[in-house]
């Protein structure tokens, strides 16, 4: 490689490397910032206020967070999509997981949306505040967590749900998690499918996260069909993993940089949830 080959080499690394930190300071600053006055707000605002405020800032801050992405030339995005989803009433928005921008992408476009999150994520320094004014949902306990989802439903909600349970490990996608069609058939809510799709391995599963990628790192997101709620849980979770199976088998996926086994540890406390 010739000299000035080189250079450029080493100038498109720095570049990329600046980009990656000043994306991660951006979100981890907007989150902080956040922070104080959301862990204020909780105790003093009525539920369904602090719901709906938290919800809406942080909608607006990823928002923001991923207009910076596009601005500073880190990534672009497809999301146009997920537009048509607004003021439908309920319904169980499920995405496949390629990454952890997936949940970023689909709450920037739609103000109005229950998160499950991981237990340990609700105490984050950085998004526990802001995710419990929202009244996200914890993982932790099953049965609660559907319980919860059925509620937050029923007050007109959109509910985002990964089918997979944790980020694709496998082409083209984990086995599915039964927790989604339980959540449907006891809220009488449709299941709307979601598809992410990204050639490149960043924030993938087992991706570290100030690993630079090769940018501008790009994603497209389109809507899948639209599944009526179910009767049927173990039917429909045939259907719908036969559905996503077809979807994804020609999709734009990244090779995985991880190939473990997906955890399907809450499938068994959600089987007894539902004979519940």
């Not at 997920?82 to 952890?100: E, F, M, V, Y």
């Not at 419990?132 to 949902?137: G, H, P, Q």
């Not at 985002?160 to 809510?189: C, D, H, Q, Y």
Request: a positive charge; charged letters at 20%.
């Amino acid at each position: 490689m010739s000299e000035p080959a080189i250079r450029r080499s080493w100038l498109r690394v720095a570049h990329e490397t600046v980009l990656l930190h000043l994306g991660l300071f951006y979100l981890g600053t907007v989150c902080l910032l956040w922070t104080p006055f959301a862990m204020a707000l909780q105790p003093l605002l009525p539920g369904s206020l602090g719901r709906q405020l938290g919800r809406r800032v942080i909608s607006w801050n990823f928002h923001g967070y991923l207009r910076f992405l596009t601005l500073i030339g880190a990534c672009r995005f497809d999301l146009r999509e997920l537009d048509a989803l607004r003021g439908q009433g309920p319904l169980i928005l499920a995405p496949n997981h390629p990454c952890l921008l997936d949940a970023v992408m689909v709450i920037s476009r739609l103000p109005d949306v229950a998160c499950i999150m991981k237990a340990g994520l609700m105490d984050n320094v950085f998004l526990g505040a802001g995710a419990r004014l929202a009244r996200y949902i914890r993982n932790d306990s099953p049965l609660r967590m559907v319980m919860r989802a059925t509620e937050d439903l029923a007050a007109g909600s959109h509910l985002l749900v990964f089918p997979e349970g944790t980020r694709t490990t496998r082409l083209p996608m984990n086995p599915l998690m039964s927790s989604v069609g339980l959540i449907a058939r006891r809220a009488k809510v449709p299941v709307q499918t979601i598809f992410i799709e990204t050639a490149s391995p960043y924030l993938c599963k087992g991706w570290p996260l100030f690993r630079r990628p090769e940018m501008p790192v790009t994603y497209h997101v389109r809507l899948g069909k639209r599944f009526e709620p179910a009767r049927n849980v173990q039917e429909f979770m045939r259907e719908l993993e036969h559905y996503f199976a077809s979807e994804l088998q020609h999709a734009t996926l990244p090779d995985f940089p991880a190939s473990a086994a997906s955890p399907r540890r809450h499938d068994d406390a959600a089987a007894s949830a539902e004979r519940g």
